[in-house]
């Protein structure tokens, strides 16, 4: 992180930030090993603490590979888990036993399964989970104690299940989940009426009883918890803030969840800093909104009075940086999202190979952006990339609209199904609709009889979480399909211009899914070649709740690097969107594209025609608002946040951040 300090006084824990999740979880991977190899050096086991959710998995991917290449043994590893929740068996699909199975325990060989400890959720009083608990602490007692702690944090920073308002003294015991908590875990349970109320936990006082603690916390959702916790007093508000206290616990962050520390949010005011034209940027709209004047506005006592004249000193006057950061974003605006068209190849050239390139322009240049807004534009080739089929008119609906409306060919392509995001009431109307449309027409019906009293029976007898029968998971599929081509023609693509994908790394029927694999990433790379397109737009929107959007991004930044030199891809440029979980910041933003009230009107009648979404969402995340209103108040909050920089009103923007392979 170029503009980041590498320490900061104001956190009272050691932190580790990496751009990438991904170099976290090897990194605290290793650290796992090594422990591991450590103790099997001097002959002792090695007792873990291990943790389950979504932070973890890519650390036990990790372990098992290397456990699988023969460089990593478990014969002297004991394992005690934080916790379970109460009333699942086992063998239940939403139970931890289970989780802890699928990602690491049934993929090493010479573990002792005596060795494994996960608590009981299964018991039948409260005398019996007492009883269960102080076992479970006598057990990890007799092993010596915990060596390595792998910890996630829930989103109001909660460790284990130890929800806000823990105390710092407690010790394994049953608990009851905060809403918030059921809310997050919704997704597993296909509903939150489905989420135990209850679950045992490993206490606060057993946790900080572990001689090294790690904690992962990745994305957006994790930023202000993880500052209070790093930064904020020690409180049972946030438990995890008691790691504060522990002599050798470290935080490992990715770039997002790190967002909200001083040395990322205003590093200005921590320490030296480099002043790249981010970070001015950065620091001048920080001064703006806290002061709620515009730009332009701003004076070198405002600069000097909120710790800021290193800038003015570094990089010139108040007056002079003033106005450059207020044309660089000014500049960044444009109503014409397809750019200059100068310089590329028309749809008929790009297949000829008759074009040639005039250069490029400097992004973000006043001029740039006069050529950009002032020349007729040339029909180009545009695809944008949707990891469900919902986020393209989310995240990107008015760019979407304006681009079909300029003339530009279109095309939008859907990476996943979305399938298991429909509720099964909805698949059961549509089955009936066909049922009763045969009837009333006289029409041969494509459903029989006993596939659609299969459903209903599957319907009627399935349990939270279990696969869909393959039938039904092919209407589910449908019925997203239908809605995106349906939302997409509000927008103005047309219905032969949907390129539905299905990439395999989504095709579990569950929640969980299989790894990124070379043929995923094949798949993005044909349709690369095959359209060849001038602009490609993809989700940089990577907080949500099941990693899709990751997973997604990542298949498309592997395609980019296969074909980043063919001649083609070399007047090629890449948008990244967001909207649905979160939105860019003004000073990340590399395009701005105004709407009026007309153009987001627009914009939510094509959400709307995702009516398996609508209203209640299977899957809605910890944002409680429907997926137009996040996308209406997140465009009109962007608006008046440049209105409040000094900028041209606008009733409401979409950004995007250009990427570079």
């Known amino acids: 992180m170029d503009h980041c300090v590498t320490s900061d006084s104001r956190e009272h824990i050691k932190v580790v930030i990496r751009e990438d999740s991904d170099d976290l979880s090897r990194e605290v991977a290793s650290r796992i090993a090594q422990r591991i190899a450590e103790k099997a050096q001097a002959g002792l086991c090695c007792v873990l603490g291990l943790a389950t959710g979504s932070s973890p998995t890519q650390v036990y991917k990790w372990l098992v590979r290397w456990h699988r290449e023969g460089a990593l043994s478990f014969w002297n590893v004991i394992t005690f888990n934080l916790d379970e929740y109460c009333g699942l068996q086992p063998d239940d699909l939403q139970s931890y036993h289970h989780f802890m199975n699928v990602h690491l325990f049934d993929h090493l060989s010479d573990i002792d399964r005596n060795n494994i400890h996960i608590p009981d959720g299964t018991f039948s009083s409260t005398e019996d989970i007492r009883k269960l608990c102080a076992e479970y602490e006598a057990v990890i007692q007799a092993a010596g104690g915990i060596d390595l702690q792998l910890l996630g944090m829930g989103r109001m920073g909660h460790i284990g299940f130890n929800e806000s308002g823990s105390a710092r003294y407690t010790r394994t015991r049953a608990v009851y989940l905060d809403r918030v908590t059921r809310v997050d875990a919704a997704s597993d349970f296909f509903g939150e009426p489905h989420v135990p109320k209850k679950a045992v936990t490993m206490g606060v006082a057993t946790i900080l009883e572990a001689r090294e603690i790690l904690l992962l916390a990745f994305g957006e959702n994790k930023t202000s918890s993880v500052a209070k916790a790093v930064e904020g007093p020690v ?155 919902d986020d393209d008119v989310i995240s990107m609906g008015g760019t979407l609209a304006r681009l079909c409306q300029q003339g530009h060919e279109v095309h939008v392509a859907y990476q996943t199904s979305g399938c298991i995001a429909v509720h099964n009431h909805d698949a059961l109307r549509h089955l009936d609709f066909v049922q009763h449309l045969s009837s009333a027409t006289g029409v041969s019906s494509p459903v029989a009889g006993e596939d659609l009293k299969r459903v209903q029976q599957f319907v009627q007898q399935r349990k939270p979480g279990q696969v869909d029968d393959p039938f039904l998971q092919r209407v589910k599929t449908l019925i997203r ?181």
């Open 235 to 389: 409180t049972p508000a946030v438990p995890a803030s008691f790691l504060q206290a522990h002599p050798n616990a470290t935080f490992y962050l990715d770039g997002a969840a790190s967002a909200g520390l001083s040395r990322v949010k205003t590093p200005w005011l921590v320490g030296d800093v480099t002043w790249s034209i981010r970070l001015q940027k950065q620091a001048v709209i920080w001064l703006a909104r806290r002061l709620k004047r515009s730009i332009l506005k701003l004076t070198a006592e405002d600069y000097a009075e909120h710790s800021l004249q290193d800038l003015c000193e570094t990089c010139g006057p108040a007056e002079a940086l003033n106005s450059r950061i207020f044309e660089n974003l000014q500049s960044a605006i444009t109503e014409s999202p397809a750019g200059h068209a100068s310089g590329y190849p028309t749809a008929g050239q790009a297949k000829s190979g008759t074009a040639e390139s005039s250069g490029s322009d400097i992004p973000n240049s006043p001029a740039s952006k006069e050529r950009r807004d002032s020349a007729p534009p040339m029909a180009k080739r545009i695809l944008g990339m949707s990891p469900h089929p």
């Open 481 to 661: 399909y239908t809605e995106a081509r349906s939302a997409a023609g509000v927008c103005g693509v047309s219905y032969d211009k949907c390129i539905f994908l299905d990439l395999p790394f989504y095709q579990t029927g569950t929640v969980a899914k299989k790894d990124l694999s070379d043929k995923d990433i094949q798949i993005v790379v044909d349709l690369f070649r095959r359209l060849r397109p001038h602009q490609i737009y993809a989700a940089g929107d990577l907080s949500d709740p099941h990693g899709t959007h990751r997973t997604c991004l990542k298949a498309i930044f592997k395609a980019l690097d296969v074909v980043k030199t063919e001649d083609w891809f070399q007047h090629t440029q890449v948008y990244l969107y967001r909207g649905a979980w979160q939105e860019w910041e003004p000073y990340e933003a590399d395009m701005a594209v105004p709407m009026t009230s007309s153009d987001l009107s627009l914009k939510i009648d094509a959400i709307f025609r995702h009516e398996s979404q609508k209203d209640r969402a299977l899957f809605p995340g910890a944002d409680p608002r429907e997926f137009w209103q996040r996308a209406r108040d997140r465009n009109e909050a962007t608006a008046a946040l440049y209105n409040l920089l000094g900028l041209p009103e606008n009733h409401a923007m979409e950004l995007f951040v250009e990427y570079k392979p």
